[in-house]
């Protein structure tokens, strides 16, 4: 079994609700959460003028391969509306890849880990919630590390 770290985030209409659909797909197609963070908001990072989102990260055990993963999170971005026009822009859902065990994959699809994570709070705090010790593969960092010394200044504030 592999064990997969992805952030879910929302910031167009039932942020919540988007988020339960995405695990409830996640879990049906890609394996079992076995750990969820709690959920927060976060203004919007990269494209500021937009909505605030909402953002947590789960931890999936699943039997894919990285790729597979995200082929099946792709269809479910999909599914859900996401809708691909501006790069940071406002969206129903996305799913990023952040950690698979150990692995570092360099793919022109695929980049693990998120190559940008060391530099976001939003997704360092809801990791470091159910991940604190974990090891980044490149940075050689506990996620509690990485998140110290995070140089994005963004408010993350815990709502459930």
Not at 15 to 32: D, F, H, S, V
Request: negative net charge; charged residues 20%; hydrophobic residues 40%.
């Amino acid at each position: 079994m592999n064990n997969a770290y992805l952030l879910l985030g929302s910031n167009q209409g039932d942020r919540t609700g988007w988020l339960q659909q995405a695990m409830n797909m996640l879990a049906e197609k890609c394996g079992t959460i076995a750990q969820k963070s709690s959920v927060y908001e976060t203004a919007a990072w990269g494209i500021t003028d937009q909505p605030a989102f909402l953002n947590m990260v789960i931890h999936l055990q699943t039997v894919l391969s990285p790729t597979e993963l995200l082929t099946q999170i792709q269809q479910i971005e999909t599914t859900l509306g996401r809708q691909r026009d501006i790069k940071w822009g406002q969206r129903t859902l996305d799913i990023d890849i952040l950690l698979y065990n150990d692995a570092v994959v360099d793919l022109p699809e695929l980049v693990i880990p998120h190559p940008y994570m060391q530099e976001r709070r939003f997704t360092l705090a809801p990791l470091a919630e159910i991940a604190p010790h974990y090891m980044h593969p490149k940075l050689n960092k506990t996620i509690t590390e990485l998140l110290a010394a995070c140089p994005d200044t963004l408010e993350v504030h815990k709502t459930h």
